[in-house]
C-alpha cells in the first residue's frame, strides 16, 4: 500500500503563486509516475502535470509555461510550482502516483482558490 500525503494548498490572487507539495510513503518501486491532478466543482478530474522516475515531465496545455513539476526521488516527495495562476485554475488538487501494473495511488486533495 502507498500513503499520498499534500499540502501547501490556499487562496491567492489571480496572478499569483502557490506550491503544492507531496510526500509518499509505503511500497513505493523505484520505477514510477508522481503527478497532479485537478477537479473543479461540477467538472471530471483532469491531469496537470507528471513527472516520471528519470526525471521526464508532461503538462497539460492549459498550464505550460506557468506550472513546473519537481520530484525528490530519494524522499519520494513530488512538488508543484504553480505560477500566473487564474480564477480557472481553482480546483481541488490530488497527488497521485502510478507504479507496477498501472496501479494508481491518490491524496485526498487540497483545495486550490484563485479570485479574480
Known amino acids: 500500500q502507498v500513503q499520498l500525503v499534500e499540502s501547501g494548498g490556499g487562496l491567492v490572487q489571480a496572478g499569483g503563486s502557490l506550491r503544492l507539495s507531496c510526500a509518499a510513503s509505503?511500497?513505493?518501486?523505484?520505477?514510477?509516475?508522481m503527478g497532479w491532478s485537478q477537479q473543479a466543482p461540477g467538472w471530471q478530474r483532469e491531469w496537470v502535470a507528471f513527472?516520471?522516475?528519470?526525471?521526464?515531465?508532461t503538462y497539460a496545455d492549459s498550464v505550460k509555461g506557468r506550472f513546473a513539476i519537481s520530484r525528490d526521488s530519494a524522499r519520494n516527495v513530488v512538488a508543484l510550482q504553480m505560477n500566473s495562476l487564474k480564477p480557472e485554475d481553482t480546483a481541488v488538487y490530488y497527488c497521485?502516483?502510478?507504479?507496477?501494473?498501472?496501479?494508481?495511488?491518490w491524496g485526498q486533495g487540497t483545495q486550490v482558490t484563485v479570485s479574480s
Open positions: 509505503g511500497s513505493i518501486f523505484s520505477i514510477n509516475v
Open positions: 497521485y502516483l502510478r507504479q507496477g501494473a498501472g496501479t494508481t495511488y
Open positions: 513527472i516520471r522516475s528519470d526525471g521526464s515531465t
